[in-house]
């Protein structure tokens, strides 16, 4: 199929070129408006209780977080004298009258002490947008953050607005420093590899068109569905690399098969497509269903990451298998035109094969000596594999917050200050909203709410309650009974409570002495939901902590899942590759040890910091819990990446000879400078992107490239011949029922335009050996 399909591009080169580049300019044009369609967080699970405590006040209170706070200090003055208040009073005036505010609290209005810092010098107001949606918010934050402004005070700005815009720029600049790092870095490795300027320069041209037309399908996609704008990173690092190592196999083999006998360009197109064509097929769609498991996850973060990630892989793969074959077909055997040979004196990849030389090649040496070895290769690796991946039994899970952000943005500093700087927001905190029957004001709501507060208050660990009914610790329930049924008597309070209540729906704030992410604040939300309200009250609990048990308890029951769908679909690929069903079994064993040792690694780089200054990180005592599962999915795919490489070529040795042994060492031979050349462009694509400024960026590119360099050494150099040689001739093994469905499937040679069995030049140079030998 992917013969004839070779014929037809060399055939209609023209065409297909002048069609892609008509389809590359749309989705460069389309792809442009890709940042405002993607939203930020969506790390929560949408039925979990958190969520809904979320959406409960986002609709009747104005929010569960606050959109903005602003920062107010004077190192001189604090903010009860005079000229303070002068300046904060007319900065805070200036946002009230603004159509896109709907309510401002701070201390000026309130008189909350908690609003003030210990040292007085400190305060702080919450600003509440009228809008709705996301991409609003973020709008009318743009444009009234040039009013935050005072001669008198310094100001910050903070919040959950704040965050995201924070978090969206710095997106977007960690996207233009990767793609400057990356592709200089890429250019010169490829012009190593090559030795020649035009066919170095394919890869990056398929990478190009690989990144536009990913970035297309992203803003398609989040037309009708939300996408979390850290996909933009994972999408464009995954279409990037993945295009790169593409378009290598693919002009490497076609470079090789221009060295046949007949040297004709038409035949040697159709040739790579059957052969590295055939593979990167596999492989694409090998890790496209690697990512399938993601979707299942109902967390927007990692469900869209994986839309776009398998868009991004289909992208890559149908460039490097329509536009870059269509190039080689115009291109012939100029493609090594700008040849830099003389200068490596290197043998062009053109010249004809010769199959003597293969025995002397290092990697058939190391294969051979690992192969004679094999029980103390493979416990050997094993136990390096294992010692890496120790780390990983320490590990501690934890949800992003504010803290992805770098330590010098202004909406990360706002947010330690409070947290170091004010009495109670330096308490883990717990926000309940609770549903009443009728409105939340009356006697009878008020005296259930009283008896439920103070069950809470009994809770050890429990520093204080705000609710409707602890406005003022002076006042008894039948004060507030009485004041809420007569509003006039008390305006002051009664504005505080208009805050707290809306109709049925009642907010109660807990500040807690555990901090977040302790087993302690954990017993204290799990005490708190165990509570039976009374009087008909139904809480629902949301909070840092409450919504870190949310998710991992999420994650928890969709991981089996995911990991099943994500096994049985590489296993049923590879198996039609190979025609073996002890090859996947093997493939799925050696990829999950040597991810163990790339999640060893993580924790001992980000949990426990170790290169925290050298990478430019502050390490937060624990690993963001969704970047396990999400390095896995991506990473599987990846490394089966390689092994389809590798297996495809000793496959074809072992049809062609019969013989275990050479097959093992020819694949590795053949495959080995490619693989590891690819890898390390790959993996010069990932670091690039771990040197974001967001740290579970960060996490996901490096926890990436690791995985690919212990892929790519380790587990292809070392333990894949090592156990293809303990395997032998059950290598290909597969029942008799599942042999037969693999013929009648008909995945392994290809056939040519003409219906005759293509079969590469080396293939048949080893026929030829062979019935020289046995002539002689």
């Known amino acids: 199929m992917l013969a004839r399909l070779g014929g037809m591009i060399y055939r209609t080169r023209w065409l297909v070129l002048f069609l892609a580049l008509l389809i590359v300019a749309g989705a460069a044009v389309f792809g442009t408006g890709l940042f405002g369609s993607l939203k930020s967080g969506g790390f929560n699970d949408p039925a979990s209780e958190s969520s809904r405590t979320q959406a409960l006040l986002d609709a009747k209170l104005g929010g569960a977080t606050a959109d903005i706070v602003i920062l107010m200090s004077n190192g001189s003055i604090k903010a009860t004298d005079a000229p ?43 600003v509440q947008l009228k809008a709705k949606d996301e991409a609003t918010k973020e709008k009318d934050f743009k444009t009234i953050q040039p009013l935050i402004t005072s001669p008198v005070i310094e100001t910050k700005v903070g919040g959950n607005v704040a965050v995201n815009v924070a978090i969206n720029k710095q997106v977007s600049s960690d996207l233009e420093r990767a793609e400057l790092i990356t592709f200089p870095i890429v250019a010169i490795l490829l012009l190593i590899v090559f030795g020649s300027l035009v066919a170095a320069s394919l890869p990056l041209l398929i990478g190009g068109v690989a990144i536009m037309g990913a970035f297309a399908i992203l803003r398609a996609i989040a037309g009708w569905t939300d996408v979390s704008i850290y996909a933009a990173n994972v999408v464009t690092m995954l279409g990037l690399g993945l295009a790169i190592d593409y378009a290598l196999f693919i002009v490497t083999r076609f470079r090789e098969e221009l060295g046949s006998d007949d040297g004709e360009v038409k035949g040697a197109i159709e040739r790579t497509m059957s052969t590295a064509g055939r593979t990167i097929m596999f492989s694409g769609l090998t890790i496209s269903t690697s990512l399938l498991g993601l979707l299942i996850f109902p967390v927007m973060f990692l ?62 040496r190391i294969s051979g000596t690992v192969m004679q070895h094999p029980v103390v290769v493979g416990l050997s690796v094993l136990a390096i594999l294992v010692m890496l991946g120790l780390p990983f039994l320490g590990v501690t899970f934890a949800t992003p917050d504010v803290k992805v ?34 409105d939340a004001l009356s006697p009878t709501n008020l005296a259930s709410l009283d008896s439920y507060v103070h069950t809470i208050k009994g809770i050890h660990g429990v520093v204080s309650v705000d609710s409707l009914v602890t406005l003022n610790p002076s006042l008894t329930l039948a004060d507030y009974q009485q004041l809420y049924a007569h509003p006039g008597v008390n305006p002051q309070l009664t504005a505080m409570a208009t805050q707290l209540a809306n109709g049925d729906t009642t907010k109660i704030t807990i500040a807690m002495q555990p901090a977040d992410h302790t087993t ?90 170790h290169l925290q200054n050298l990478l430019g990180f502050q390490s937060t005592g624990s690993i963001d819990a969704t970047q396990p599962i999400l390095i896995f999915a991506i ?25 275990n042994r050479e097959a093992v060492s020819s694949g590795m031979q053949r495959t080995g400078r490619l693989i590891t050349s690819a890898a390390l462009l790959l993996a010069v694509v990932l670091l690039a992107f771990g040197s974001s400024k967001i740290i579970f960026i960060q996490e996901i590119g490096i926890g990436l490239a690791i995985a690919v360099i212990i892929d790519a050494t380790l587990v292809r150099m070392l333990l894949v011949p090592a156990t293809m040689r303990l395997l032998g001739k059950w290598n290909w093994w597969a029942p008799a029922p599942l042999r037969a469905i693999w013929r009648r499937i008909g995945l392994g040679e290809s056939t040519g335009a003409n219906g005759n069995t293509l079969r590469s030049r080396e293939t048949v140079m080893v026929e030829e050996v062979e019935k020289e030998k046995t002539q002689v």
């Not at 946002?95 to 008189?111: D, F, G, I, M, N």
């Not at 990446?641 to 062609?656: G, N």
């Open 303 to 364: 469900r869209s990451i994986g839309m776009g990630a398998i868009a991004a892989t289909l992208i890559a793969m149908l460039a490097a298998l329509t536009i870059l074959p269509a190039l080689l077909a115009v291109l012939g055997r100029r493609v090594n035109t700008l040849s830099l040979q003389r200068l490596f004196r290197r043998r062009s990849p053109s010249q004809r094969y010769d199959t003597s030389l293969e025995t002397r090649g290092v990697w058939y």
């Open 635 to 659: 990473a599987f795919g990846l490394s089966m990446d390689y092994e389809v490489f590798l297996l495809s070529r000793i496959k074809e040795r072992s049809d062609a000879t019969g013989d």
């Open 405 to 438: 952000l770098s330590t010098q943005q202004e909406a990360r500093i706002v947010s330690d200050r409070l947290s170091r700087d004010f009495t109670q927001q330096g308490n883990a905190q717990l926000v309940i909203a609770l549903q009443t029957p009728g």
């Open 520 to 609: 302690a604040a954990e017993n204290i939300v799990n005490q708190v939901r165990a509570i039976h309200a009374p009087g008909g009250l139904v809480p629902l609990v949301d909070g840092v902590t409450a919504y870190q048990i949310d998710l991992l308890a999420s994650l928890q029951a969709t991981l089996p899942y995911g990991l099943l769908v994500i096994i049985i679909a590489v296993s049923v690929l590879l198996f039609l590759m190979t025609g073996s069903l002890l090859m996947p079994i093997k493939a799925i064993v050696l990829n999950i040890l040597s991810l163990s040792a790339t999640f060893g690694a993580l924790v001992w780089i980000f949990q426990d910091g």
């Open 84 to 126: 303070f208040m002068d300046a904060a009073t007319q900065l805070l005036t200036r946002l009230k009258v603004r159509p896109e505010v709907a309510s401002v609290t701070a201390y000026y209005s309130t008189h909350s002490a908690s609003l003030l810092s210990r040292d007085g010098h400190e305060t702080f107001a919450v």
